[in-house]
């Protein structure tokens, strides 16, 4: 499923390459001075060769001119092109300690990503999201065209800087891929990418040897459309005995999913597929929550409609079953329907043909309820 998504989601993202045009030389520009001449040639230039030797002679002669960050950018720009990572990385950090530059940052990023480098893409991850949002923080209301263009490449940049960290921790091993997303979330926990890749994240905690954060991670995550997260926090809830919570979070969840979008490169049936999934993860999660507060007519709803969606997890699948035998039972004991109350042991029926922890408690409860009805 990894390599499935990883694909995937190279294709999804808009990237920050068609705005490249649009950054902006933020220097006073003199043609009649060395350095001037320099830089004349250097925004006019189109062959990365030459780029790069005009830029690296500028920085050799210049290194403190106020251009100097535009300039590194134009050099990491053309070392990209030529797929010299390495030589990227150290411009940049150069360019970095004489103060941050978002370019330079973003295309450090990206060798980072090519190189699959996970500190450097860390680092550089950060660092451009931090430079992006100054720029986003101090936009001016009244801003000309221009500079809405500018605030419009810096979001796209900040966006990048969040996809970077989640397309490397789909391909990155379990202590690493807990690494990245966790750096995801300390820099947006509400991005659009968390939910992207919540499942695999949780998967991947305890083979991490961190299962004591599943929970802690789940409800942090767990806001926004993060659906994905609700439901471990849910899943976390009912382990903990937590039914109001449970019935909250599945809730939310199975909103989150009936509204959310089919995401650009996803075929129709695969996104109807996984929102099937999701739908009946919420629907089980909110029967088993109604179930622990006795609320037996809206658990057999949202229950049965879990059943398809949760019959390959044998586990829950028979905690399902044996829920609706007791919301069955339940509904219709008091009212002497034993039409319903068969319902019921036939729902305890079915989960005592499942090994497993519920196995024993459904077997006794068919029994008692077969009795009860005279044994037909």
């Excluded at 535009?70 to 940049?92: H, I, R, Y």
């Excluded at 490449?153 to 397309?167: F, I, N, R, T």
């Excluded at 991670?217 to 806001?223: L, S």
């Excluded at 919420?282 to 007519?297: I, K, L, S």
């Amino acid at each position: 499923m990894k390599s499935y998504v990883a694909g995937l989601v190279l294709l999804v993202f808009p990237g920050v390459g068609s705005l490249m045009a649009q950054e902006k030389q933020n220097f006073v520009l003199n043609p009649s001075t060395p350095e001037g001449q320099i830089l004349q040639s250097l925004g006019q230039e189109t062959d990365d060769t030459r780029k790069i030797s005009l830029a690296e002679d500028f920085l050799a002669k210049y290194p403190k001119h106020e251009a100097a960050g535009w300039v590194a950018s134009q050099l990491e720009s053309g070392l990209l092109a030529e797929k010299d990572n390495d030589k990227v990385l150290e411009v940049a950090e150069a360019a970095y300690a004489n103060g941050p530059d978002m370019d330079a940052a973003y295309y450090a990023l990206k060798a980072a990503v090519a190189k699959e480098d996970l500190a450097q893409a860390k680092k550089w991850s950060a660092r451009t999201s931090e430079a992006a949002r100054k720029i986003i923080s101090t936009a001016k209301p009244s801003a000309d065209a221009d500079e809405k263009q500018q605030l419009e490449y810096a979001k796209q940049v900040d966006e990048y800087s969040e996809y970077a960290l989640y397309v490397l921790a789909l391909k990155a091993q379990p202590k690493d891929e807990v690494d990245l997303v966790d750096a995801l979330i300390k820099q947006n926990p509400k991005s659009q990418y968390l939910p992207q890749v919540a499942n695999s994240y949780f998967a991947a905690l305890p083979k991490a040897g961190e299962t004591a954060k599943v929970c802690p991670a789940a409800e942090k995550m767990a806001v926004d459309k993060n659906a994905e997260a609700m439901l471990a926090a849910a899943d976390c809830s009912w382990r903990g005995n937590r039914a109001e919570r449970v019935v909250a979070l599945a809730s939310k969840a199975a909103e989150v999913v009936s509204t959310r979008a089919k995401p650009e490169g996803v075929s129709d049936s695969d996104f109807a597929t996984q929102k099937a999934a999701l739908l009946g993860s919420a629907n089980f999660y909110t029967g088993v929550g109604y179930t622990m507060q006795m609320r037996y007519g809206p658990a057999n709803k949202a229950l049965r409609a879990s059943l398809s969606a949760v019959k390959s997890n044998s586990q829950l699948y028979a905690i399902a079953l044996f829920d609706l035998g007791l919301a069955n039972y339940s509904l219709g004991k008091p009212l002497g329907d034993k039409a319903q109350m068969r319902e019921g042991l036939k729902f305890f029926q079915e989960s005592a043909e499942i090994s497993g922890p519920m196995q024993d408690q459904a077997s006794r409860n068919a029994k008692l309820v077969l009795a009860e009805l005279g044994g037909k």
